[in-house]
């Protein structure tokens, strides 16, 4: 069993840059692949970026590439969330979350029926 809780959402203006924390109870963080999405009001929840359990692979949605950088630091049982260049259409709610999909399969996913276990989520407000 894991348990997330996120950290770091507020109000930002366009082009600014938040950094957003998402610490995991338990003994195993290291094993878990660890996930972002987002979902915005009316909106289904959508894939923002994931890091493997090893931290050596990432992969982005596309309109995020360039602006946000996923990292992880196994001492702190933390992942992170590194946004930059923030745009109003990054307003949402964001959550972490982590599976062991790729110790089991072999390659990370971004779908988010396939991450067992969430947290919270933050609100990410970004002004124009």
């Given amino acids: 069993q894991v348990q997330l809780v996120e950290s770091g959402g ?16 338990g003994r195993t963080f290291s094993s878990y692949d660890m996930g972002w999405f987002r979902q915005a009001p009316g909106k289904e929840r959508e894939f923002v970026g994931t890091i493997n359990w090893s931290g ?3 992969y982005y949605e ?5 602006r946000f950088t996923i990292s992880r630091d196994g001492a ?6 590194q ?13 972490c979350a982590a599976d062991r ?5 072999g ?4 779908a988010a029926r396939d991450y067992a276990y969430w947290g919270q989520g933050t609100q990410v407000t970004v002004s124009s």
């Fill in 107 to 110: 390659y990370i996913s971004a």
């Fill in 62 to 66: 596309d309109s995020v590439k360039g």
């Fill in 83 to 95: 946004m930059n260049s923030l745009k109003p259409e990054d307003t949402a709610v964001y959550f």
């Fill in 101 to 105: 999909y790729s110790r089991t399969y």
């Fill in 10 to 25: 507020g109000l930002v203006q366009a082009g600014g840059s938040l950094r957003l924390s998402c610490v995991a109870s």
């Fill in 56 to 58: 050596l692979n990432t």
């Fill in 76 to 81: 702190k049982n933390t992942v992170y969330l």
